[in-house]
């Protein structure tokens, strides 16, 4: 499986940006596509994921302000960043979950990161 992130860079406090992750190499598609992040000194957290189903989950700490969506023809989960804030910097990591045949699920599946940094 490959993933390919994009989308980062440096915005002022209040800005938006706009993060891509396309996925390739599994047959079976994808059931949960999401993002995660890791500031410097702390432990990578878990910022919103995107389920098969159609549902969502988000951090708190970003809800109303993130929006996560995913393209499943193209395999491609996005993560809208709208009123961003100086916590919200750190390198930004996709993370998907793919079905193995014939059970069971990969879980370690992560994109290149990608910094986000927010200045106030």
């Known amino acids: 499986v490959q993933l390919q992130a994009s989308g980062g860079g440096s915005v002022q406090a209040g800005g938006s940006l706009r993060l891509s992750c396309a996925a390739a190499?599994?047959?079976?598609?994808?059931?949960?596509m999401g993002w995660y992040r890791q500031a410097p000194g702390k432990q990578r957290e878990l910022v919103a994921a995107?389920?098969?189903?159609?549902?969502?989950n988000y951090a708190d700490s970003v809800k109303g302000r993130f929006t996560i969506s995913r393209d499943n023809v193209k395999n491609t989960v996005y993560l809208q960043m709208n009123s961003l804030k100086p916590e919200d910097t750190a390198v930004y990591y996709c993370?998907?979950?793919?079905?193995?045949?014939?059970?069971?699920?990969?879980?370690?599946?992560w994109g290149q990161g990608t910094q986000v940094t927010v200045s106030s």
């Open positions: 190499g599994s047959a079976l598609g994808f059931n949960v």
């Open positions: 995107a389920y098969n189903g159609g549902s969502t």
């Open positions: 993370n998907v979950v793919r079905p193995l045949w014939p059970n069971g699920y990969e879980y370690d599946l």
